[in-house]
């Protein structure tokens, strides 16, 4: 299967994402396709055996659309975003142009010399050339058997048009409604650029983030510096960054020292330590020292590249929430275009009205109502959601996951990397026998050496710095959950969890001293004697600060940890939780999240998306606490780049925020046209009559009023 990204042109509303929504699903080989009016692209997943790129863009050809197939570069979107709302600004010119003056003339200068004739000649080109867009689009509808907004702007207008020619041809001097069609055309257009310019804001910080994305290297080749462009850089290259410089792709330091401002890439405000062995990614801006690394990730495989993605496919998902205003909106033109054929019968054959006022409530009905702005109502809040979330280091896999977060009422917490730093180190080697502590320990750390798990890190950094010397170890095996035993220099050698091995009252004693300090003890046995390694992982500074929050808003709050009773209470006791689950094996998480589900909770499991990946897949909500490793960045619904459990609480607030702008949008979306499209047909008459100019100038604000409403979440608090 491949997936394409495809950038959309002629989309009018959100209508016309439904259509080619549609029309790319039926063909065979697609297997999924998604559309955003939005974003003005589609993300299509098809099978390349059955179905080539072409036939898909030869598809939105006759659909009636255009389509290009998106390149990752930042110059290319913004050059096609700029040439489309510069085409918008020349055409609302040319319409303001001609319809300005016949708005004069139309509505105030009734005795102008030829006065028909004068307004035919300036309406003309607003419906034809201005308008033209507004045929095109309809005709494209039609031959999908489908309407949309652009359907009713062409009937309305062609309506107020034809039937002034008509009248012109009766009396040059008499009443017409040139300057009605001209003047609403106008507004359209006028309502569709600003609507082009908010919906630019919405996607602002994935902007952002792709100007970041450097242009050159300083690459040293041969023992000579050489600046070369980005695209040209190779794994492996060594790459030297001077003071004020980007750092141009990930990389390891290999030497130098320096302050590195990552606050694009984690929302972290203080620069970040790097010295020799330091990670640093790509679009970060190097501050005072001299630097020398080796790259490790380019192009697409950068961390800076794939949050760009991510964030791109995120603003692509729909939310839940969506499929109602969908629905609606499949519905909402043919049952406009049925109201407004009742209204105009129901005025002149039941009412005995004019042809002139029968024809004036009707074409108002078409033009006031606006399914733009139902299609309009989620994707803008997603958009900006995400994007704010982006800036705070918060990572957002798209609108479901924003909807499904702000139901979250219990919060399941993995102890290792998530409340603590994730980097364990030796407090304590204790020998209960004749082996002393460094023989301990080398026996211990040549076993180690050959497992991955993040204490035997900490055992065998131990050795290294007390330069004790680890040998090679054989028949070595791992026993999950509960240790590792191998042969080292003849002798036989066992390390794991006290409750793997038998022993006796003075060693349990000293155990369970260590134990009750909150570290984590691994028994060592070698042959017949015993010893014992502890290992503290340090609390993180905000994990304390993140419990008490987390219990102010309201939630339910567990912790997760395979450490036993004892450090799993001391742990619990130093950050504020009060309920936990001790002696977790990696493999039982999952169950454990299935058990809170089944009594009816709503969970968000938080990990380091290394041995929790089930649980976090399970979970309702998965949240990873990244260090922009590969396994992180595609195993969380969220991906916190901080590495903080405050921003547990802030991509909740986010998702609550979100939510909220998506039932105002809706809301006020419904009853703009609830209210406006009965009006507009009389309802209120005598009392209230609404002139179709007036009915277009509202409809082209409510888009307008609901992008905007989107964007005042840049402003909120989480």
Not at 97 to 104: G, Q, S, V, Y
Not at 287 to 298: C, D, E, P, S, Y
Not at 588 to 594: A, G, M, T
């Given at each position: 299967?491949?997936?394409?990204?495809?950038?959309?042109?002629?989309?009018h509303c959100?209508?016309?994402?439904?259509?080619?929504?549609?029309g790319l699903k039926?063909m065979?080989?697609?297997?999924?396709?998604?559309?955003?009016?939005?974003?003005?692209?589609?993300?299509?997943?098809?099978?390349?055996?059955?179905?080539s790129?072409?036939?898909?863009?030869?598809r939105?050809?006759?659909?009636?659309?255009?389509?290009v197939?998106?390149?990752?570069?930042?110059?290319?979107?913004k050059?096609?975003?700029?040439?489309?709302?510069?085409?918008?600004?020349?055409?609302?010119?040319?319409?303001?142009?001609?319809?300005?003056?016949?708005?004069?003339?139309?509505?105030?200068?009734?005795?102008?010399?030829?006065?028909?004739y004068?307004?035919?000649?300036?309406?003309?080109?607003?419906?034809?050339?201005?308008?033209?867009?507004?045929y095109?689009?309809?005709?494209?509808?039609?031959?999908?058997?489908?309407?949309?907004?652009?359907?009713?702007?062409?009937?309305?207008?062609s309506?107020?048009?034809?039937?002034?020619?008509?009248?012109?041809?009766?009396?040059?001097?008499?009443?017409t409604?040139?300057?009605?069609?001209?003047?609403?055309?106008?507004?359209?257009?006028?309502?569709?650029?600003?609507?082009?310019?908010?919906?630019?804001?919405?996607?602002?910080?994935i902007?952002e983030?792709?100007q970041?994305?450097?242009?050159q290297?300083?690459?040293l080749?041969?023992?000579?510096?050489?600046i070369?462009?980005?695209?040209?850089?190779?794994?492996?290259?060594?790459i030297?960054?001077?003071?004020?410089?980007?750092v141009?792709?990930?990389?390891?330091?290999?030497?130098?020292?320096?302050?590195?401002?990552?606050?694009?890439?984690?929302?972290?405000?203080?620069p970040?330590?790097k010295?020799?062995?330091?990670?640093?990614?790509?679009?970060?801006?190097?501050?005072?020292?001299?630097?020398?690394i080796k790259a490790?990730r380019?192009?697409e495989?950068?961390?800076?590249?794939?949050?760009?993605k991510?964030?791109e496919?995120?603003?692509?998902?729909?939310?839940?929430?969506?499929?109602?205003?969908?629905?609606?909106?499949?519905?909402?033109?043919?049952?406009?275009?049925?109201?407004?054929f009742?209204?105009?019968?129901?005025?002149?054959?039941?009412?005995?009205?004019?042809?002139?006022?029968?024809?004036?409530?009707?074409?108002?009905?078409?033009?006031?109502?606006?399914?733009?702005?139902?299609?309009?109502?989620?994707?803008?809040?997603?958009?900006?959601g995400?994007?704010?979330?982006?800036?705070?280091?918060?990572?957002?896999?798209?609108?479901?996951?924003?909807?499904?977060?702000?139901k979250?009422?219990?919060?399941?917490?993995?102890?290792?990397?998530?409340?603590?730093v994730?980097k364990?180190?030796?407090?304590?080697?204790?020998?209960?026998?004749?082996?002393?502590?460094?023989?301990?320990?080398?026996?211990?750390?040549?076993?180690?050496?050959?497992?991955?798990?993040?204490?035997?890190?900490?055992?065998?950094?131990?050795?290294?710095?007390?330069?004790?010397?680890?040998?090679?170890?054989?028949?070595?095996k791992?026993?999950?959950?509960?240790?590792?035993?191998?042969?080292?220099?003849?002798?036989?050698?066992?390390?794991?969890?006290?409750?793997?091995f038998n022993?006796?009252?003075?060693?349990?004693?000293?155990?369970?001293?260590l134990?009750?300090?909150g570290?984590?003890?691994?028994?060592?046995?070698?042959?017949?004697?015993?010893?014992?390694?502890a290992?503290?992982?340090p609390?993180?500074?905000?994990?304390?600060?993140?419990?008490?929050?987390?219990?102010?808003?309201?939630?339910?709050?567990?912790?997760v940890?395979?450490?036993?009773?004892?450090?799993?209470?001391a742990?619990?006791?130093?950050?504020?939780?009060?309920?936990?689950?001790?002696?977790?094996?990696?493999?039982?998480?999952?169950?454990?999240?299935?058990?809170?589900?089944?009594?009816?909770r709503?969970?968000?499991?938080?990990?380091d998306?290394?041995?929790d990946?089930?649980?976090?897949?399970?979970?309702?909500?998965?949240?990873?606490?990244?260090?922009?490793?590969?396994?992180?960045?595609?195993?969380?619904?969220i991906?916190?780049?901080?590495?903080?459990?405050?921003?547990?609480?802030?991509a909740i607030?986010?998702s609550?925020?979100?939510?909220?702008?998506?039932?105002?949008?809706?809301?006020?979306?419904?009853?703009?046209?609830?209210i406006?499209?009965?009006?507009?047909a009389?309802?209120?008459?005598?009392?209230?009559?609404?002139?179709?100019?007036?009915?277009?100038?509202?409809?082209?604000?409510?888009?307008?009023s609901?992008v905007?409403?989107?964007?005042?979440?840049?402003?909120?608090?989480?």
């Amino acid at each position: 299967m491949m997936k394409k990204t495809i950038r959309i042109t002629g989309m009018h509303c959100a209508n016309c994402a439904l259509n080619i929504e549609k029309g790319l699903k039926r063909m065979e080989g697609v297997k999924a396709a998604s559309v955003s009016f939005t974003t003005e692209k589609a993300i299509v997943e098809f099978d390349e055996r059955k179905l080539s790129e072409e036939k898909l863009l030869e598809r939105i050809k006759e659909i009636g659309y255009g389509g290009v197939f998106v390149e990752s570069s930042f110059d290319k979107e913004k050059e096609i975003r700029e040439r489309e709302e510069t085409h918008l600004k020349r055409l609302l010119l040319l319409s303001i142009i001609f319809a300005l003056p016949a708005f004069i003339i139309g509505m105030f200068l009734m005795e102008f010399p030829y006065r028909g004739y004068v307004l035919l000649l300036l309406a003309t080109p607003v419906q034809f050339i201005v308008g033209w867009r507004f045929y095109k689009s309809t005709w494209a509808s039609l031959k999908q058997r489908t309407a949309n907004m652009d359907t009713l702007i062409a009937l309305g207008t062609s309506a107020a048009y034809l039937y002034s020619l008509y009248l012109v041809s009766q009396d040059v001097m008499g009443e017409t409604y040139f300057e009605t069609s001209a003047v609403l055309i106008t507004f359209v257009v006028l309502g569709k650029y600003l609507e082009a310019r908010a919906k630019a804001r919405t996607s602002q910080a994935i902007r952002e983030l792709m100007q970041l994305s450097p242009k050159q290297a300083r690459v040293l080749a041969k023992g000579k510096e050489k600046i070369i462009p980005i695209d040209e850089v190779k794994t492996g290259d060594v790459i030297l960054v001077k003071p004020g410089e980007e750092v141009p792709v990930d990389g390891v330091v290999l030497s130098g020292e320096s302050s590195v401002d990552e606050s694009m890439i984690t929302g972290e405000s203080i620069p970040a330590e790097k010295a020799k062995g330091s990670t640093v990614y790509g679009g970060t801006m190097n501050k005072h020292g001299f630097l020398k690394i080796k790259a490790t990730r380019v192009g697409e495989d950068s961390t800076l590249a794939r949050i760009i993605k991510l964030i791109e496919e995120a603003q692509m998902k729909k939310a839940p929430i969506q499929s109602y205003a969908d629905m609606v909106s499949a519905y909402f033109v043919p049952a406009v275009i049925l109201i407004s054929f009742i209204t105009f019968s129901a005025w002149f054959f039941i009412m005995g009205k004019p042809l002139s006022f029968a024809l004036t409530t009707a074409v108002a009905v078409l033009v006031i109502s606006c399914p733009c702005a139902l299609g309009l109502a989620t994707p803008t809040a997603v958009m900006v959601g995400i994007g704010k979330g982006a800036r705070n280091g918060i990572l957002i896999r798209g609108g479901e996951v924003l909807e499904k977060v702000h139901k979250v009422d219990t919060i399941l917490l993995d102890k290792t990397g998530t409340i603590t730093v994730g980097k364990p180190f030796v407090t304590d080697v204790v020998s209960f026998g004749k082996i002393n502590e460094a023989e301990l320990l080398s026996f211990a750390a040549s076993v180690e050496k050959a497992s991955g798990h993040p204490l035997a890190d900490a055992v065998v950094e131990k050795a290294k710095e007390g330069r004790i010397e680890i040998y090679t170890v054989s028949k070595f095996k791992s026993f999950t959950g509960k240790g590792v035993r191998g042969v080292v220099k003849g002798k036989a050698v066992m390390l794991g969890r006290p409750d793997w091995f038998n022993t006796n009252e003075k060693i349990e004693s000293k155990v369970a001293e260590l134990e009750n300090e909150g570290k984590t003890v691994v028994l060592v046995q070698v042959d017949s004697q015993f010893g014992a390694i502890a290992v503290s992982d340090p609390i993180k500074p905000d994990s304390a600060d993140a419990v008490a929050r987390f219990k102010r808003m309201g939630f339910w709050v567990y912790m997760v940890t395979g450490d036993n009773e004892r450090v799993a209470k001391a742990v619990a006791k130093e950050i504020g939780v009060d309920r936990y689950f001790a002696g977790v094996l990696p493999e039982d998480k999952s169950k454990l999240v299935e058990k809170l589900k089944k009594e009816g909770r709503n969970v968000a499991m938080v990990g380091d998306g290394v041995n929790d990946a089930p649980a976090l897949a399970l979970a309702d909500v998965g949240v990873v606490m990244s260090s922009g490793t590969d396994v992180a960045m595609e195993s969380g619904d969220i991906v916190l780049m901080r590495n903080s459990l405050l921003d547990v609480a802030k991509a909740i607030n986010l998702s609550k925020a979100t939510m909220n702008k998506i039932k105002q949008n809706l809301f006020w979306a419904l009853i703009y046209n609830i209210i406006g499209i009965p009006v507009a047909a009389g309802v209120l008459y005598p009392y209230i009559l609404l002139n179709p100019i007036i009915a277009g100038g509202a409809m082209a604000l409510s888009s307008v009023s609901v992008v905007t409403n989107s964007l005042l979440l840049n402003r909120a608090e989480i």
